[in-house]
């Protein structure tokens, strides 16, 4: 089944620990993204990548860092968690970033105390 | 920048009214793609429906239909006969430079 897999879903944590949420694809697809959804804002763009070593910032990134090291995982690491990152987060992954509907991963709560 | 406006932040309805979820945009490609997205009360994102800039034909899936209007920038959403089911946060997306440029949502309740 194609699909975006996500982990963890829910995930409690102190301001200061580092953290890494994981997010696989099964499509070969190139390319990937994070996005943070938060009330009354949507959904934004962390990070994304067109492919293997290729990643770039997208509206929000500070205070995470990604990497894509294999065609088909793409972390989203918090070295230092804020309170003021507390939110929604979705893994996406499509073949083209601009035409293509999004896959979404099911989401992961993050809630930095 | 591209940008979308769902101005609706809420709507609660009865079982079996029909309802519309507002959806404006802005743009200046000439050639761009819209979308909806519905997000129940799980939590998970679910795809709708895309629609390219150069087809303007309303589309109908059974009780969902979208009416895309360039001349108002418009890609709004009606649900016919709601559900229960039909409960959740509709985000309208557009595409971006690498990325789906989404509103705010539009959130949903429909009550029996």
């Known amino acids: 089944e194609a699909q975006v897999t996500q982990n963890p879903r829910y995930l409690i944590t102190v301001t200061g620990k580092k953290l890494t949420v994981t997010c696989s694809q099964n499509m070969n697809h190139e390319y990937m993204s994070w996005y943070r959804q938060d009330p009354g804002l949507g959904l934004r763009q962390i990070y994304y990548?067109?492919?293997?070593?290729?990643?770039d910032k997208g509206d929000v990134p500070e205070g995470y860092k990604v990497s894509r090291k294999e065609k088909r995982n793409f972390p989203l690491i918090l070295e230092s968690p804020s309170p003021n990152q507390t939110s929604l987060y979705f893994c996406a992954s499509s073949l083209q970033p601009n035409n293509e509907k999004l896959f979404f991963g099911s989401g992961t709560q993050l809630s930095v105390l | 920048a591209q940008k979308v406006t769902q101005a609706q932040t809420e709507i609660s309805v009865v079982e079996k009214e029909d309802v519309t979820l507002d959806c404006v945009y802005e743009t200046r490609d000439t050639t761009y793609y819209l979308f909806w997205y519905k997000q129940p009360p799980s939590g998970e994102l679910v795809f709708l429906i895309r629609?390219?800039?150069?087809?303007?034909q309303n589309e109908i899936s059974g009780r969902y239909s979208w009416n895309f209007q360039k001349s108002t920038s418009s890609f709004n959403f009606t649900i016919t006969a709601s559900q229960v089911v039909d409960s959740a946060v509709y985000f309208c997306a557009l595409n971006g430079f690498q990325k789906l440029v989404f509103g705010t949502g539009t959130r949903l309740l429909v009550s029996p």
């Open positions: 629609r390219n800039s150069f087809d303007e």
């Open positions: 990548s067109m492919n293997v070593e290729v990643t």
